[in-house]
Structures are given as structure tokens and as C-alpha cells.
């Protein structure tokens, strides 16, 4: 009998930007809720591999969520919890892609939404109801894999209980000066196509959304002197109309809380959201600009033009609102030429501060399924899937030409005079950020230097990247 369930989100061992500013997904921590209001005794665990192990935990089931980055972690974990013959249920981005790869590893796995279909998998358990009728549900028996059809999309949003986050175990920081952050999720889906994405295949293209005071109820949990949001949407204003009505309840109901969110360009295009956005607490806005170059913007469709990210940032920077800008550098339209003038763009129009990522062939994408067909995957080294490392074979550079580029953006991007320059202009966040972009771009090249080593040679030698890692 299931009685005691442990759900486990690992984290990636790299260093990557947001090593020091790591968040845990909302799935395990929805799924620990719904289950522990359904009598079980549920937890939930986020942090590394090791960290993990050393609690020594004897469940009854293991529930194991994994992104493409850290599907290694969340293998051995898997494995050590079946060695001790506790069953392992998989589910997240990776394995709803490659779910022949992850049952090598899980008993069970949940393709896509697991709200209901996990709730059913533990019924059948208990039970002894068949698998077959459990929407999302992978399981191999008798050496066959068994793969039930996905399940309809939750359209209620509401009816999802709010995440307790009281169930929540994680590494505790000695001493911190900043609020704690807080993920809030207010919608799923992405009507939009990006080739490099998968959110669309994950949480379907049409958009779903909680009613603005299913959302106040979840802030209401809240302290503003203790906690900042984050606003987990993919498009946090994908329905502008229903953004005013949550951003005019928060002004009203003075929550005072300051927060940031995922946005498009095309935010730009409404000026009193803008401003409803700035006096509801709004101090970040992180926006995916991923190239300036129209041709790339088109490979991508990415559905944007130059004009509107430039008419984006002017419009952000007049409320005085922080601009995280993402870049990608990689596409085939892309040259090394092209990665200097993004760099250049970005300087030139004083955005506080950017990533410039790798493009990266994440399972579930257009883009993975194409350079699969096209041969040009260098390797599927798992944990390196994190766009800080070359994964194929670019058209306009080579691998390690496009791994420099991103190196020398950053380095010239945070360069410690442009980093400064920010505070006298009277950023002090995009300062202190820079000043940790500098230092995190340094230590990336000394912990990779073996694989910066190997990418060189792969290049020069016209070899298979080797097995160093």
C-alpha cells in the first residue's frame, strides 16, 4: 500500500547563470499538494543529486520530475530508489519527449500535465485498476513499452489547489539580505510556434488561464517584506485584458509586493498596461529578444520584428523598469559577425542586463527533430543541454567558434567598465548582477576547461566530441 510519496526535482550540477538564483518548478510541488489533500503523506525534495542521497529516504513511491539538463541526476537517482526496490514514477519535459530513454530507468512515467493521471496511477496501485485507462501513462511489461494517449488540458485553471509550499525541502541558506522568491504560475500554454521551444508541446498552444482572484488568493499567502513573486508564464501579458483586470485587484488591494515575469516584445505595443504593470510592484521584466537579426527572427518564428524590440526596451526603460534581454546565438542565418553586432545592440541600447545563450536541440523541439534528420548533433551528453555548451553543428561557424562567441558577448557585455557604468547611471541591480556575470563568466571557463580543451581539438582533428564528462 502507498501510503508515504517523496517528489524529487534535482538541479543541475553545472554552473549556470542562475545557479545562485535556482527555482523550483510548480509540478512536484502542485502534485505534493493534491496528494496530501487526498490523505497520503507527501513531500517535496529540490537540490543535488548528493544532498538527496544523504537523507536516506524510504517512501513508499518516488516521484522524480527532470528538464533536459538534469535527466542524468534524476537517472541515478531513479535507479538508486528501485535498487532499494521503492518504485520510481517519471515525468517532466524530458521524459514526456524520450520516454523509451527514461523507462530504462522509472517503473512508471507521466507524459505532459500529471494533475490527473498521476492521482489515477496511485488509485491503480493501491487498488488494482488497469494502466490503460490512465491518460499520459508509460510503463513497459514483459519488455513492451506501453504508452496511454496524452490527457485532455486542465481548462480550469482554478480548480488546481494553490502549491503549499510548507512541503517544500530544500537547502537552507545560512544568511541571505534578499526577500525570499516566490513562483507563481497565473497560466499555461503558448499559442506561439519558436522552433527551439517546447513549451507548446508540453502545455498545448491555446492559452488557459486562473481567474484574477484565484491569483489574489494564492499572493494573499504572501508577506512583501519577506517574499518577491515571480510570475512563472511563459507570456505573463498574453491576454491583456485579463492582465489589467490581476494588475488593477493588486493595485487596489495595495499588496505592495515587488515581482518580475516572462514577457514579449509586443507588451510594448500597450502603454497603460506599461504603467499598470510599474505601480503594481513590476521591477523586472525578462524578455526574449533572441536575435536582431530579421532573417534569424524569421528562421525561428519568432513572429517579431527589430523595430518592436527597440520600440520594447525604450518603452520598458521609461517606467524605469529592469530589462533582462535573452539572446540566442546559433541559427543558420547566424554569423560570427552577426553575434558581434548583438553584443553591440545590446550595449548601445543600455539593456541592464542578458544572457547570450547557445541554441540549443532540446528534445520536443522542431529544432532537435531537425538537426537528428541533418546529422549534426555532436552529442547527447544530457547535463550539458543547457545553453552554455555547443550541442550541433552550426552552418556559419564551427562548434568552437560558436562556443567563443558566446564567451567574448558576455565577456564584453559585463566587461568591469560597462559594469560600472551601470551603477553611475543609477542601476544598482544591473550593477550587482554584472559584477556576478563577470565573476560566473570566469569561473565557467576554469571548471570547463576540460571540454573547452576537447571542443577545440574535436574541431581541429574532425573527431567525435570525446567522453570527458
Known amino acids: 500500500m502507498i501510503k508515504n510519496i517523496i517528489f524529487i526535482e534535482p538541479v543541475s550540477e553545472r554552473l549556470h547563470v542562475f545557479s545562485r538564483y ?38 513508499d513511491l518516488v516521484a522524480i520530475s527532470s528538464i533536459t539538463a538534469t535527466a542524468p541526476q534524476a ?25 523509451e530513454e527514461a523507462l530504462e530507468h522509472a517503473d512508471y512515467l507521466i507524459r505532459g500535465e500529471g ?27 514483459d519488455g513492451k513499452i506501453h504508452l496511454n494517449p496524452l490527457s485532455q488540458p486542465i481548462c480550469d485553471l482554478d480548480t488546481i489547489p494553490i502549491p503549499d509550499f510548507t512541503l517544500l525541502h530544500r537547502k537552507e541558506k545560512r544568511f541571505s539580505i534578499f526577500r525570499e522568491k516566490i513562483p507563481v504560475q497565473t497560466s499555461r500554454g503558448c499559442p506561439f510556434n519558436c522552433n527551439f521551444c517546447s513549451v507548446t508541446k508540453m502545455f498545448g498552444k491555446k492559452y488557459r488561464y486562473r481567474s484574477a482572484d484565484n491569483i489574489i488568493e494564492e499572493i494573499g499567502k504572501y508577506n512583501p517584506k519577506k517574499h518577491v513573486l515571480f510570475f512563472y508564464d511563459d507570456n505573463f501579458t498574453a491576454n491583456r485584458k485579463r492582465t489589467k483586470e490581476l494588475l488593477n485587484k493588486m493595485i487596489d488591494l495595495k499588496l505592495g509586493f515587488n515581482w518580475s515575469t516572462q514577457v514579449r516584445c509586443d507588451v510594448a505595443k500597450d502603454s497603460e498596461l506599461l504603467d499598470l504593470m510599474k505601480r503594481a510592484g513590476c521591477t523586472t521584466l525578462y524578455i526574449g529578444f533572441e536575435s536582431i537579426d530579421p532573417d534569424s527572427l524569421m528562421e525561428m518564428k519568432k513572429q517579431q520584428s527589430v523595430e518592436e524590440i527597440i520600440h520594447a ?99 564584453r557585455f559585463y566587461a568591469p567598465y560597462r559594469v560600472i557604468a551601470r551603477l553611475l547611471r543609477g542601476r544598482t541591480v544591473a550593477f550587482f548582477v554584472g559584477l556576478y556575470a563577470n565573476s560566473l563568466n570566469k569561473q565557467w571557463k576554469k571548471i570547463e576547461k576540460a571540454y573547452l580543451v576537447a571542443l577545440k581539438k574535436m574541431i581541429e582533428n574532425n573527431k567525435p566530441m570525446p567522453e570527458i564528462m
Open 75 to 99: 537517472y541515478m537517482l531513479a535507479d538508486h530508489y528501485r535498487k532499494k526496490g521503492i518504485p520510481v514514477v517519471m515525468g517532466g519535459p524530458h521524459v514526456t519527449f524520450l520516454p
Open 313 to 411: 526596451i525604450r518603452e520598458i526603460q521609461k517606467r524605469k523598469i529592469h530589462i533582462h534581454g535573452m539572446f540566442v546565438m546559433g541559427f543558420d542565418n547566424d554569423t560570427p559577425k552577426k553575434a558581434k553586432a548583438t553584443v553591440d545592440f545590446a550595449i548601445k541600447y543600455k539593456i541592464d542586463t542578458v544572457q547570450f545563450l547557445i541554441l540549443t536541440p532540446l528534445p520536443g523541439t522542431e529544432f532537435y527533430n531537425r538537426m537528428r534528420s541533418e546529422n549534426r548533433v555532436l552529442d547527447y551528453k544530457w547535463d550539458t543541454y543547457d545553453a552554455h555548451h555547443v550541442k550541433f553543428k552550426p552552418i556559419h561557424y564551427s562548434a568552437w567558434e560558436l562556443q567563443m562567441a558566446q564567451i567574448v558577448a558576455h565577456t
Open 115 to 141: 494533475e490527473v493521471p498521476f492521482q489515477l496511477l496511485i488509485e491503480a496501485l493501491n487498488n488494482g485498476g488497469s494502466f490503460h485507462d490512465i491518460p499520459a501513462l508509460g510503463w513497459k511489461s
Open 22 to 59: 535556482e527555482l523550483p518548478r510548480l509540478g512536484n510541488i502542485i502534485l505534493a499538494t493534491i496528494m496530501k489533500k487526498n490523505g497520503y503523506n507527501a513531500s517535496v525534495y529540490f537540490g543535488r543529486r548528493k544532498e538527496i542521497l544523504a537523507k536516506n529516504l524510504s517512501p
